[in-house]
């Protein structure tokens, strides 16, 4: 049934698609995979870097669209903590770019204003990336329409592990005792506080994995998986992904329209 729906939903203008949305069902907080840049390029005989440099059109396109639709909160996977050990060539281009697109997109975050946050282990960052993020942090702090979250040397584990150390320094100096310890405080120390969690999770080009995000945080989200290599990841992808985010029942574990016994 929701292969047929999908094949109408393709012969649909971006108007129409727009027109089906329910507003009160839009996700809050979207978060994406952006995968498949570099066979974006292979398959135009182009170098890797030209997929990524792609890439930042359908970023761009994706924050926009979030505004338009009053989404709140996008949290989007730039670099992972594994991706470093990829050739030390495509790493230096992937910092480039980075530096590139906060030292020219900064002016446009502000005037839509959308506050830019990085999570990750940024310490790790050259320093030169490291001042463009500090500074882009520090000039849209005051912008509340939307939160753009870019995780960068970001892994999953390593953020619960920083969230451990938080919580054991918060016992260490007296501020809680080790056994108020729970889920709710555990949460006050993840990169992503104060967040609430995805509502659903996009991963482009076809990959069905999580590749260490946000591993605590996507408990209960919707995942949708699509063979779209990420630079051709535009509005209608997006429009079509929200699309089918409506259709899911979000039990949370719960039994939903049921008789009480
Ligand atoms: C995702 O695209 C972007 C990053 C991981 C930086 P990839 O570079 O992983 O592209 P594929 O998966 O090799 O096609
Ligand atoms: C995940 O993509 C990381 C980002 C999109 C930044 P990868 O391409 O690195 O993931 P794997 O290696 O296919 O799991
Ligand atoms: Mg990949």
């Given at each position: 049934m929701a292969h047929h729906s999908a094949l109408?939903?393709?012969?649909?203008?971006?108007?129409?698609?727009?027109?089906?949305?329910?507003?009160?069902?839009?996700?809050?907080?979207?978060?994406?995979?952006?995968?498949?840049?570099?066979?974006?390029?292979?398959?135009?005989?182009?170098?890797?870097?030209?997929?990524?440099?792609?890439?930042?059109?359908?970023?761009?396109?994706?924050?926009?669209?979030?505004?338009?639709?009053?989404?709140?909160?996008?949290?989007?996977?730039?670099?992972?903590?594994?991706?470093?050990?990829?050739?030390?060539?495509?790493?230096?281009?992937?910092?480039?770019?980075?530096?590139?697109?906060?030292?020219?997109?900064?002016?446009?975050?502000?005037?839509?204003?959308?506050?830019?946050?990085?999570?990750?282990?940024?310490?790790?960052?050259?320093?030169?990336?490291?001042?463009?993020?500090?500074?882009?942090?520090?000039?849209?702090?005051?912008?509340?329409?939307?939160?753009l979250t870019v995780a960068l040397s970001y892994g999953g584990r390593a953020e619960i592990v920083d969230a451990v150390r938080g919580l054991l320094a918060d016992v260490q100096s007296g501020t809680i005792e080790a056994d108020q310890i729970d889920e709710a405080l555990l949460q006050q120390h993840l990169y992503t506080h104060p967040l609430p969690d995805p509502d659903l999770l996009i991963r482009t080009s076809g990959e069905t994995r999580i590749s260490n995000f946000l591993l605590w945080q996507l408990a209960y989200t919707e995942l949708c998986f699509t063979p779209t290599l990420w630079p051709d990841f535009r509005r209608r992808e997006f429009l079509m992904a929200l699309l089918e985010y409506q259709k899911r029942e979000r039990r949370f574990g719960r039994v939903l329209s049921a008789v009480p016994s």
């Open positions: 109408t939903f393709d012969q649909l203008s971006e108007r129409e698609l727009t027109a089906k949305l329910e507003p009160e069902l839009l996700p809050k907080h979207v978060a994406v995979i952006m995968d498949g840049n570099g066979r974006w390029a292979e398959l135009r005989g182009l170098p890797r870097i030209a997929g990524h440099r792609e890439g930042i059109n359908s970023v761009r396109d994706m924050i926009s669209q979030c505004l338009e639709l009053g989404i709140q909160a996008l949290t989007i996977y730039a670099f992972s903590q594994e991706n470093w050990n990829r050739p030390t060539q495509e790493i230096s281009a992937l910092m480039g770019l980075l530096e590139h697109y906060l030292s020219t997109e900064r002016a446009s975050l502000i005037e839509q204003q959308v506050r830019f946050r990085a999570i990750g282990r940024l310490e790790l960052l050259p320093e030169s990336a490291q001042h463009w993020v500090r500074t882009t942090e520090q000039d849209t702090a005051h912008l509340d329409k939307m939160v």
